[in-house]
C-alpha cells in the first residue's frame, strides 16, 4: 500500500514538472522561454547571471523597463527626463509615445503626483494611456525621483 502511494505522489509530482515546462511556468524551477518573446534592447547585469532586458517585444507588444533620472533635480525635472528616454526607447524599437498602452510611475515621494502630472500631461497625444502611479516604499533606486516604465503597441 505505501509502494502505490509512494508511486502515484511520484507520477503526480512528474506530470506537474511536465505541464509547468510546456507551459514556461516556473514551477521548481522550470521555466520555458516565452513563444515569439525577443529581447530588443540591452540585457542588465554580469553575462552569466543577467538581471532584466531594457526591452522586450512580443508579438506587437513593446515591453520597456523602468527609466529613472539620476541627477540633481527637482520632481518636474526628473519626469520630462525619464519621458524624454522613454520617447527615445520607445521610436528606437518601432513604436511612439501615442502607441503607448500603459504606464506606471514610481515616486519616491507621494506630495510630488501634481507636479509629476504637469510634466507628465500632454506627452502621450490626445489618447493617453492607462496608467497606475505608486509611491515606493524607501524611495525608487538611484536616488531618482520618479521611475516609468510602459508597455507599447508596434506596427
Known sequence: MKKSVKSNR??????MVATAAAVGGGVLGVAAAAPGKKVVGEIQGSQQVPLFSSAVAHGNTLYLAGKGAHFEGDISAHTKHVLDELQKELEKHGSSMEKVLK?????HDLADYKAMNEAYRGRFGDNPPVRTTVATYGGVPGNSLVEIDCIAALD
Open 10 to 15: 511520484r507520477t503526480a509530482v512528474k506530470a
Open 103 to 107: 504606464v506606471n510611475v514610481y515616486l
